[in-house]
């Protein structure tokens, strides 16, 4: 299992791209991991479930062929996140693929189980478990996962609402393992603020739905682009779980975003998200409040430049190196 100075020792900028809904596919993955960043994405948008053999495959090629061409620039490793939650039914095929496949990093979700760290230990793997609080980050670490992602207040999708100061002192205050901060990072500024609080990476999903290879259509992006941190609901209502969604997604689909029911958490069902009329991540649209930093729809790697620049120039001002 490589250590966390052996993986940022193979990236431009100590970041990871969240895995999102629908919008991470390979081309979005293997752009990240080329331009030096880890990129994700969950296993369940890969449909059917056999697909997810042909995802990981390509991905493994075409970042292979990179390393090759480019043997002083190698690719970033690259991530899969698991929805441990007893709603996936396709848990156990899609960890099976991981392991066959070796996947470096693994994001679980939703819950914490031995026996899927076990797995992905069995191969030398890292688990990265997503967390809200340090209870939740506690429970994730005494069965046996590698690190966690604090998801504090802001985040794009499903969110906490904890500020990333108290998250990550808390969690700081026992563990020492790797952290990747997640919540409203879109700047390079921001990724740097975050190791200096503790965290290890920054962790970004909704900047990137504006590249063009996201797996969102013009709307999405360019609601990403026009979008303000006072567009940003945060809701259980879509999905049974709380999280953060563009208002004006929310008023296309005829539904009031400032007065919406409460939801069932028991009705979770992740296997359906985009699929049908008016369906969450497809068009009720998930995002962060850090949209304010995104202006416009760029490439994976022009976005990363940016944020490799921004980092850079952060650490001079402030640190003088």
């Known amino acids: 299992m490589p250590s966390i100075a052996e993986i940022k020792s193979r990236l431009r900028i100590p970041v990871i791209g969240a895995p999102m809904f629908i919008v991470s596919t390979p081309k979005l993955v293997i752009a990240q991991c080329k331009a030096g960043i880890i ?3 969950p296993s369940l948008n890969a449909r059917p479930a056999e697909a997810l053999d042909d995802w990981l495959t390509e991905i493994k090629a075409a970042l292979a062929k990179h390393d090759e061409e480019n043997p002083d620039q190698p690719s970033a490793p690259y991530a899969v996140n698991q929805i441990v939650h007893r709603s996936n039914d396709r848990l156990m095929h899609d960890l099976e693929a991981c392991v066959k496949h070796e996947v470096p990093i693994v994001i679980c979700s939703l819950g914490a189980r031995e026996d899927v760290y076990e797995a992905i230990h069995s191969y030398g793997g890292i688990v990265l478990h997503d967390v ?4 939740f980050a506690q429970k994730a670490i005494s069965k046996g996962a590698d ?4 998801v504090a207040a802001g985040a794009g999708g499903h969110a906490g609402v904890l500020s990333p100061f108290a998250l990550v002192q808390e969690i700081r205050e026992w563990f020492d393992g790797p952290l990747a901060l997640s919540g409203c990072i879109a700047r390079g500024q921001s990724v740097l603020a975050a190791e200096a609080m503790g965290a290890d990476f920054g962790y970004i999903g ?4 504006a590249t063009e290879e996201a797996n969102a259509d013009d709307a999405y992006k360019n609601g990403i682009v026009d979008g303000k941190a006072d567009d940003i609901v945060y809701t259980n209502y879509f999905s049974g ?3 953060n969604y563009l208002a004006p997604s929310i008023e296309n689909a005829g539904m009031d975003p400032h007065n919406l029911p409460e939801s069932d958490p028991s009705k979770m069902d992740f296997k ?6 008016k369906k969450v991540w497809k068009d009720i649209w998930g995002c962060g409040q850090g949209i304010g930093a995104v202006k416009e729809v760029t490439t994976t790697a022009q976005f990363v430049h940016k944020l ?3 980092y850079e120039a952060a650490k001079v001002a402030l640190c003088g190196k």
Do not use: C, D, Y
């Open 39 to 41: 990129g994700s994405f």
């Open 132 to 135: 809200i609080n340090n209870k």
């Open 147 to 150: 690190g966690l992602i604090p």
């Open 206 to 209: 909704s900047a990137f739905i």
């Open 241 to 243: 779980i709380h999280g």
């Open 272 to 277: 359906s998200a985009g699929e049908g009329a």
């Open 308 to 310: 490799a620049a921004e």
